[in-house]
T-cell receptor, first 114, second 116 residues
Framework: KNQVEQSPQSLIILEGKNCTLQ??????????LRWYKQDTGRGPVSLTI???SENTKSNGRYTATLDADTKQSSLHITASQLSDSASYIC?????????????WGLGTSLAVNP | DAMVIQNPRYQVTQFGKPVTLSCSQT?????MYWYQQKSSQAPKLLFH???????NEADTPDNFQSRRPNTSFCFLDIRSPGLGDAAMYLC???????????????FGPGTRLLVL
């Protein structure tokens, strides 16, 4: 069964600290993996997208890693800011012929406190 | 700025009263999606248009319909909303080119639907 699991479910950190969010997936055949940031009451915004051959991708203070062998990904946030408070969702794309299906994780809810 | 626009941001309707949510895009993307997201849950794909081709997810209730009159606009029609249809409805777009592996979906801000 195609599944995406994220941990932790929620996280509270102090402003300026770093944190790492985890994503494990059991998806086949794998096409790509994306991390989205979703602010409360808003639509998701893409942070990074990685294919099978890419093992790291950065977007400002966000760095995503991908280990296709262990089927794990992480999102590292450096020098957190209050505006980083949001839900971070890992989404894995399954390739099925000409179609692709997205398997969504439930997200990690991050709160950055002053 | 190119973007995905959803109106209204908040919609209140009555039980059983038809409601239409709208989405427009200035990205000139050929694929448009509608998702339903309930509290603390992942977005659930309802259907999508690939150009003019409509693709319905197998578990999308018949109560939900969609129209795409042109490239820029897509509508979600809920024929007889029930209390369980209260949710955030997200519109997304993407540019799909054959087997492109890095197709990214761009989401609108969502419309939160309340059913009384």
């Amino acid at each position: 069964k195609n599944q995406v699991e994220q941990s932790p479910q929620s996280l509270i950190i102090l402003e300026g600290k770093n944190c790492t969010l985890q994503c494990n997936y059991t998806v086949s055949p794998f096409s790509n993996l994306r991390w989205y940031k979703q602010d409360t009451g808003r639509g998701p915004v893409s942070l990074t997208i990685m294919t099978f051959s890419e093992n790291t991708k950065s977007n400002g203070r966000y760095t995503a890693t991908l280990d296709a062998d262990t089927k794990q990904s992480s999102l590292h946030i450096t020098a957190s800011q209050l505006s980083d408070s949001a839900s971070y969702i890992c989404v894995v794309s399954v390739s099925a012929g000409n179609n692709r299906k997205l398997i969504w994780g439930l997200g990690t809810s991050l709160a950055v406190n002053p | 700025d190119a973007m995905v626009i959803q109106n209204p941001r908040y919609q209140v309707t009555q039980f059983g009263k038809p409601v239409t949510l709208s989405c427009s895009q200035t990205l000139n993307h050929n694929v448009m999606y509608w998702y339903q997201q309930k509290s603390s849950q992942a977005p659930k794909l309802l259907f999508h248009y690939y150009d003019k081709d409509f693709n319905n997810e197998a578990d999308t209730p018949d109560n939900f319909q969609s129209r795409r009159p042109n490239t820029s606009f897509c509508f979600l029609d809920i024929r007889s909303p029930g209390l369980g249809d209260a949710a955030m409805y997200l519109c997304a777009t993407s540019r799909k080119l054959g087997q492109l592996k890095k197709e990214t979906q761009y989401f609108g801000p969502g419309t939160r639907l309340l059913v009384l």
